[in-house]
């Protein structure tokens, strides 16, 4: 056995391998051996007279919106990249404390970590710098679409068609892939998020009434849908009046959000299509035979997978357990990164460490 192969072995009995899918909406954590151990929201709250944080993923959700003067609760991602450098490594190296609680190690862990398709050298540098400012020893970019179809058990490897969609918070990636790398992608910035700032502008438009972004994604949650159903569903909203500054109530009803988000899932649509559309002549009989694959949290949107077949005559199949696609994928790679080892040198040579 060689140095080099001896120091790597000793290197995975002496450390985690942790594999992250650092989203706008959710941070995901997946551990070598112990599965998925972490599932919180991106959200950290500052105190801005000390500078101080004072509660990360679901304790700092609860603040949104709710917070006096002096505390501010942000997501430091935004569209699925780093736009608060110092706050994203304050939330990693919490999130991998906590790992290291869980199964405490003499090394240093080494991360893939899930980023969109898309984004440039200097967004991906950003997130691969705070992951080693917070802790890593070594830092494996892979972008998004791959680690989900990896996660859901495409044949990624195989000279075969595969075409997965995911709707992320921020993000929606559409991708192409055939032997292990992507053929064809878009990313664009319409997602969980926009179809939430769609619902609030709608509401504010149609009835006048002022809501935030956890009432609006609660909204989406419980009776949004992008199909009729068989019957009408209704839920009580409460927000501010515009007119008078005070409290109101109405009733907003599943085909207050099918219009709200139209456009937004218009737009998707229409990107799909433009990579259908330039997606080579071989693998799109693939994609026709095998159909398209949907992940992220976007992909439980009611009556989506329907919308998606009928508007492009292809199968559209719902990935099992669509949220967790990515760090499964991430997970899977560590627990075999001898197969997948070309496949990362590749993001390597594409998002090289900065110097």
Same mark, same amino acid.
């Given at each position: 056995?060689? =140095?080099?192969? !001896?120091?790597?072995?000793? !290197?995975?009995?002496?450390?985690?391998?942790?594999?992250?899918?650092?989203?706008? #909406?959710?941070?995901?954590?997946?551990?070598?051996?112990?599965?998925?151990?972490?599932?919180? $929201?991106?959200?950290?709250?500052?105190?801005?007279?000390?500078?101080? +944080?004072?509660?990360?993923?679901?304790?700092?959700?609860?603040?949104?919106?709710?917070? *006096?003067?002096?505390?501010?609760?942000?997501? *430091?991602?935004?569209?699925?990249?780093?736009?608060?450098?110092?706050?994203?490594?304050?939330?990693?190296?919490? =999130?991998?404390?906590?790992?290291?609680?869980?199964?405490?190690?003499?090394?240093?862990?080494?991360?893939?970590?899930? @980023?969109?398709?898309?984004?440039?050298?200097?967004?991906?540098? &950003? @997130?691969?710098? #705070?992951?080693?400012?917070?802790?890593?020893?070594?830092? !494996?970019?892979?972008?998004? *679409?791959? &680690?989900?179809?990896?996660? +859901?058990?495409?044949?990624?490897?195989?000279?075969?068609?595969?075409?997965?969609?995911?709707?992320?918070?921020?993000?929606?990636?559409?991708? @192409?892939?055939?032997?292990?790398?992507?053929?064809?992608?878009?990313?664009?910035?319409? &997602?969980?998020?926009? =179809?939430?700032?769609?619902?609030?502008?709608?509401?504010?438009?149609?009835?006048?009434?002022?809501?935030?972004?956890?009432?609006?994604?609660?909204?989406?949650?419980?009776?949004?849908?992008?199909?009729?159903?068989?019957?009408?569903?209704?839920?009580? @909203?409460?927000?501010?009046?515009?007119?008078?500054?005070?409290?109101?109530?109405?009733?907003?009803?599943?085909?207050?959000?099918?219009?709200?988000?139209?456009?937004?899932?218009?737009?998707?649509?229409?990107?799909?299509?433009?990579?259908?559309?330039?997606?080579? *002549?071989?693998?799109?009989?693939?994609?026709?035979?095998?159909?398209?694959?949907?992940?992220?949290?976007?992909?439980?949107?009611?009556?989506? #997978?329907?919308?998606?077949?009928?508007?492009?005559?292809? $199968?559209?199949?719902?990935?099992?357990?669509?949220?967790?696609?990515?760090?499964?994928?991430?997970?899977?790679?560590?627990?075999?990164?001898?197969? !997948?080892?070309?496949?990362?040198?590749?993001?390597?040579?594409? =998002?090289?460490?900065?110097?």
């Amino acid at each position: 056995m060689s =140095f080099r192969s !001896y120091r790597e072995r000793l !290197y995975r009995l002496l450390s985690n391998d942790i594999g992250i899918d650092l989203g706008t #909406a959710n941070t995901l954590l997946t551990v070598r051996g112990f599965g998925v151990v972490i599932n919180e $929201p991106s959200v950290v709250a500052l105190n801005e007279k000390t500078g101080q +944080v004072v509660a990360i993923g679901s304790e700092a959700k609860q603040m949104l919106g709710r917070t *006096p003067a002096h505390i501010t609760a942000v997501r *430091p991602l935004i569209d699925g990249v780093v736009s608060n450098f110092e706050v994203t490594e304050e939330m990693l190296s919490y =999130f991998l404390n906590r790992v290291q609680k869980l199964s405490p190690k003499l090394i240093r862990p080494r991360l893939v970590v899930g @980023v969109p398709s898309g984004i440039t050298n200097v967004e991906t540098r &950003a @997130v691969r710098d #705070a992951a080693i400012n917070a802790g890593a020893r070594e830092v !494996y970019i892979m972008e998004e *679409p791959m &680690a989900a179809a990896i996660g +859901v058990g495409l044949p990624v490897r195989d000279p075969i068609g595969t075409m997965i969609i995911d709707i992320g918070g921020g993000t929606t990636d559409i991708a @192409v892939i055939s032997l292990g790398g992507i053929v064809r992608s878009k990313n664009l910035h319409i &997602a969980g998020d926009r =179809f939430n700032e769609d619902i609030i502008a709608y509401i504010r438009n149609e009835f006048k009434i002022l809501i935030g972004d956890r009432t609006a994604e609660n909204i989406k949650i419980v009776i949004g849908s992008v199909v009729p159903g068989e019957a009408p569903v209704e839920a009580e @909203v409460r927000g501010r009046d515009l007119v008078t500054g005070l409290p109101r109530e109405v009733i907003i009803t599943d085909s207050d959000i099918r219009e709200a988000i139209s456009s937004s899932l218009a737009t998707l649509i229409e990107s799909v299509k433009e990579v259908l559309e330039s997606t080579p *002549p071989e693998v799109l009989s693939d994609v026709m035979a095998r159909g398209i694959v949907l992940v992220g949290g976007g992909a439980v949107i009611s009556g989506l #997978a329907d919308l998606l077949n009928e508007e492009l005559s292809l $199968p559209i199949h719902v990935a099992h357990d669509p949220m967790t696609a990515v760090v499964r994928g991430t997970g899977i790679v560590l627990e075999d990164m001898d197969t !997948y080892q070309e496949m990362l040198l590749a993001q390597e040579e594409a =998002f090289p460490p900065t110097e």
